[in-house]
């Protein structure tokens, strides 16, 4: 027996979703959406592999997206809303699950025919929609391609719930071919850094033989080099090393000015990784914004630690993998690939959706007041790529209308705000291309 859920509207929003996947085949055929460069600019059709922003609705902009990335993202993390878009027809009602459902049933579908036949979907949720969406992903993606659903623990404890203390949220995952899918990976020893020697992706570590034990002066040298082990160590432990050199497990790396050689253990990537627990510790994504002065501009971000965890175990050993997020918010997807890639020299990229809706907050106004100070001084390392809008002006959406809001900067060119300001920090001139959706006739 199948067991699943009914809701009102639910045939329609499955037949939009359908309608919207099958519509889209030519980003220049027909009258569907489309995307153009943000900022008035023209028509524009994005590299698959291209840092992208694109702000608007994201039901238009992911069937816009289909004519480029069908079937090429690996990863789509999402942190959808618990009050969907439909706040108007629904405000008087409470909570309306059947709301939800409808609104997310399309998205799901269309990012469902973005991912790869071996990608994943992350569906972070807390409480309230958490039983509710789990059997829409079923449906969307069938029950064999659940992956199962980690446990996000994100506070210590404290506040005054009426029954207890919720410190965690859940994230279901699905594959949209679940037998395609491989383990999710993370890093065994986290200080060793990852390179690629001969091709291969290999973690090294470059301080194996010590000098001795005990105390060494601030910047002494506590490497024992390869020339000085027969001396220190004798030739017992030398033999030891060549062996190592020999089946491979050791290379000799020229180290400091003596024309000396560290020895260097070199493990092949796949062995430095174990599987990934299914409880993620992962405290206040508000730590991640405030070194970027993006402190309290946002409400829930999540934190970049836990979203670089899920991408990177997914992309393990696929570091140009394209990852999306749909319901971008903070942009802290776009910090998490970048702090991916740093780790491993990856080159993954990101495609983030977020509404131009306005950010009530007065940490807002204030970060964009200051970004118009800087505007104009070229300002914002990651502005290179066409059209990533540098120096704001692209307020238009919140402030033009005469709706009240004039004051308020959007959420999207937050979201654009915070990439420039992790790229700083992450990848300095890191290219993203800042585009609008043109919603079709
Ligand atoms: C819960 S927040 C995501 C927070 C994000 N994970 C972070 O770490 O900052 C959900 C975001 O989705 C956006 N959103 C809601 N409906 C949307 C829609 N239809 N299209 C695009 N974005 C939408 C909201 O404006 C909000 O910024």
Do not use: C
């Amino acid at each position: 027996m199948t067991t699943v859920l009914e809701w009102p509207g639910k045939a329609q929003a499955f037949a939009l979703g359908r309608r919207l996947v099958d519509g889209q085949s030519h980003p220049h055929l027909g009258d569907g959406p489309h995307l153009r460069l943000g900022d008035g600019g023209g028509p524009y059709v994005p590299a698959p592999r291209e840092n992208l922003l694109v702000v608007g609705d994201n039901l238009p902009a992911l069937t816009a997206l289909l004519a480029t990335h069908r079937q090429r993202v690996k990863v789509v993390y999402i942190d959808p809303p618990y009050n969907t878009g439909n706040a108007h027809t629904y405000k008087d009602h409470g909570h309306d699950h059947a709301s939800w459902l409808n609104f997310m049933t399309p998205r799901l579908l269309l990012a469902r025919e973005l991912m790869r036949d071996d990608g994943v979907l992350f569906l972070h949720l807390d409480d309230q929609e958490s039983a509710w969406a789990q059997l829409l992903g079923h449906e969307i993606f069938g029950e064999d391609n659940s992956l199962g659903t980690l446990i996000h623990q994100r506070a210590k404890g404290g506040g005054n719930a009426p029954s207890f203390v919720r410190g965690h949220d859940y994230v279901h995952v699905w594959g949209r071919d679940a037998s395609r899918v491989g383990p999710f990976l993370t890093e065994k020893k986290s200080p060793a850094k990852l390179e690629v020697i001969d091709g291969h992706r290999m973690l090294v570590e470059t301080d194996v033989l010590r000098a001795g034990f005990g105390r060494y002066a601030r910047g002494s040298e506590r490497r024992l080099m390869y020339e000085d082990i027969l001396a220190v160590k004798g030739a017992k432990k030398l033999a030891e090393v060549d062996a190592k050199l020999d089946s491979g497990e050791y290379i000799l790396r020229p180290w400091g000015k003596a024309g000396k050689h560290a020895v260097v253990r070199v493990t092949p990537a796949e062995k430095a990784s174990s599987k990934m627990y299914s409880i993620i510790k992962a405290l206040g994504g508000q730590n991640d914004l405030e070194p970027l002065g993006l402190g309290g501009v946002f409400s829930y971000p999540k934190p970049v630690e836990l979203v670089k965890a899920l991408v990177a175990s997914q992309t393990f050993f696929d570091p140009e993998a394209i990852v999306l997020d749909f319901f971008a918010g903070s942009g802290t997807t776009a910090q998490a690939v970048m702090a991916a890639n740093e780790r491993d020299s990856g080159s993954r990229s990101f495609v983030l959706v977020q509404t131009p809706e306005p950010l009530r907050s007065k940490n807002a106004r204030a970060v964009v007041a200051a970004q118009d100070g800087r505007a104009g001084d070229g300002a914002g390392a990651a502005s290179g790529g066409a059209g990533s809008g540098a120096g704001g002006g692209s307020r238009g959406a919140a402030s033009g209308g005469g709706d009240g809001n004039a004051e308020f900067p959007t959420i999207s060119e937050l979201t654009a705000e915070r990439i420039r300001r992790a790229a700083d920090v992450h990848s300095p001139g890191l290219p993203f291309t800042r585009l609008d959706v043109v919603e079709g006739e």
